[in-house]
């Protein structure tokens, strides 16, 4: 039987077999810390240093080797070994390669436990910034181009069906107001992410007279984390992370969609770009808005990793267990898929051509000014319920006609109300229903306008 060499086998008599030993292992994924783990561990040592826990020597010998391991890292001249297990291991296992057996005060005072949950705490927040600085970036080509269509007219709709007439600015800036809140949420996961696990060691602190306000500090955290069973055992800050994200990709797996439905030959309402779309294999003339796609789809593997992680969560006793090895996978697999398909959305709403003629004509070939009728008779004095009811038996005749409400001539207009006068003629048209949509957040030019503008104030506060 194999001897045991592992940091940890002390105790043991015999050696993991390599299949074993791969199912247990985390390095092939969590490897992606490693600048982390080596930047708490730098927190850590100098606090062991300045507390006087071990010599200031060794401090300094501790640390000298450890910022060589990341300059190593940078260079991309680190090699892992899957038999020490993890990134934790393997660091501290080249540590000891560089500066011989002093590496072995580096974990006094510290466990995997609190080590691994730092290194998420770290790299989370890392990437939560760029997050938001991406989710800015999208919101501001949002903005710019719903200020350029402000003016632009296209069909709104509820149940896919044409509504009401509206401003095509109007139509972003709902998502714009959809991206705003994802960031807020976004910034308040900051929070949460703020607070530093090391020094809670395995579980229970330690017996050590360590400074976790110093680690905390060096680290760049606002404060350690209160309960060292919390802090070791909860991993509600990527639950909430994962959480956001599911949030974020539903909204972008909205407006991909209404993309993908656009830039059909049903709609005509935009036009990719090349560099955002693909051809197909066998079919010359495809033109493919696979990217869109590819976020709608990519949204069910982000709910997948946030349910997946619930479930590894559920249940779970205080403290650590494994199954938190579990947490990972999923977490970088949502940062880096998100992180692309922000700027994706982004670059495919930046280059793509709006046909705005044609999205205006097909609200004239529709009943979606209907309700401009009802209300036009309705301000005159007609009780509203009777108003509707007076246009839906209009719309009706129009249909089996085959013609369209501002098709009628005024002569059947006044035969139905001597209200009816020749300006229903510009009532109807698309124009004036978004033009006197006024109310508060309507779709009116002058409020799609103050929408951009406090967009605007909005985006350019948040640079600084
Ligand atoms: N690789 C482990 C993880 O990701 C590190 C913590 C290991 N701790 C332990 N007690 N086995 O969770």
């Known amino acids: 039987m194999a001897e045991n060499h592992k940091l940890w086998g002390g105790r043991f008599e015999a050696g993991l077999e390599k299949w074993v030993e791969e199912f247990g292992a985390s390095i092939s994924f969590d490897q992606k810390m490693a600048e982390f783990d080596l930047k708490g561990s730098l927190a850590h040592v100098t606090m062991l240093g300045e507390t006087g826990i071990i010599t200031q020597d060794e401090s300094a010998q501790i640390k000298a080797g450890l910022e060589e391991l990341l300059q190593d890292f940078q260079a991309g001249k680190l090699v892992f070994d899957i038999s020490n297990e993890d990134i934790h291991m393997n660091l501290e296992s080249l540590l000891t390669q560089k500066i011989g057996p002093v590496a072995g005060k580096l974990h006094t005072a510290r466990s995997r436990n609190d080590q691994v949950a730092t290194d998420m705490h770290l790299y989370l927040q890392a990437k939560l910034s760029e997050v938001i600085d991406k989710l800015h970036h999208l919101r501001q080509i949002l903005v710019e181009l719903a200020a350029e269509h402000t003016d632009t007219i296209m069909p709104g709709y509820t149940h896919l069906q044409h509504a009401q007439p509206i401003s095509f600015g109007h139509h972003l800036m709902a998502y714009y107001n ?235 207009y006044q035969e139905i109300s001597d209200l009816i006068e020749e300006d229903i003629y510009v009532t109807l048209q698309s124009k004036t229903a978004v033009e006197r949509r006024n109310s508060l957040g309507g779709t009116g030019f002058e409020q799609v306008k103050w929408q951009v503008e406090q967009a605007k104030k909005a985006l350019d506060r948040s640079l600084f």
């Open 178 to 412: 959809m991206f705003t809140r994802d960031s807020e949420r976004f910034e308040f996961n900051q929070k949460h992410t703020n607070i530093s696990p090391l020094g809670a060691a395995a579980l229970a602190g330690t017996t050590f007279p360590i400074d976790r306000e110093m680690t905390a500090q060096l680290m760049g955290f606002e404060q350690p984390y209160s309960n060292s069973l919390d802090a070791v055992s909860d991993r509600d800050f990527i639950l909430e992370f994962l959480a956001n994200a599911s949030i974020l990709m539903m909204h972008m797996s909205r407006i991909c969609e209404e993309i993908i439905s656009w830039c059909s030959n049903e709609f005509k309402f935009v036009t990719l770009s090349d560099t955002f779309s693909t051809g197909s294999s066998i079919m010359p003339q495809k033109k493919n808005p696979d990217m869109a796609e590819l976020i709608r789809g990519k949204t069910g593997r982000i709910y997948g990793n946030l349910t997946g992680l619930l479930t590894v969560m559920k249940s779970l006793p205080l403290a650590y267990n494994k199954d938190l090895q579990e947490d990972k996978e999923g977490m970088f697999d949502t940062v880096e898929t998100i992180t692309v398909a922000i700027d994706i959305l982004a670059g495919m709403l930046d280059s793509m051509t709006v046909n705005d003629v044609h999205m205006a004509e097909s609200t004239e070939k529709d009943f979606s000014n209907a309700t401009e009728l009802a209300d036009y008779l309705a301000v005159k004095g007609v009780p509203f319920r009777q108003a509707h009811e007076i246009v839906g038996k209009l719309v009706l005749e129009c249909t089996k006609n085959g013609h369209y409400l501002q098709d009628l001539p005024l002569e059947r």
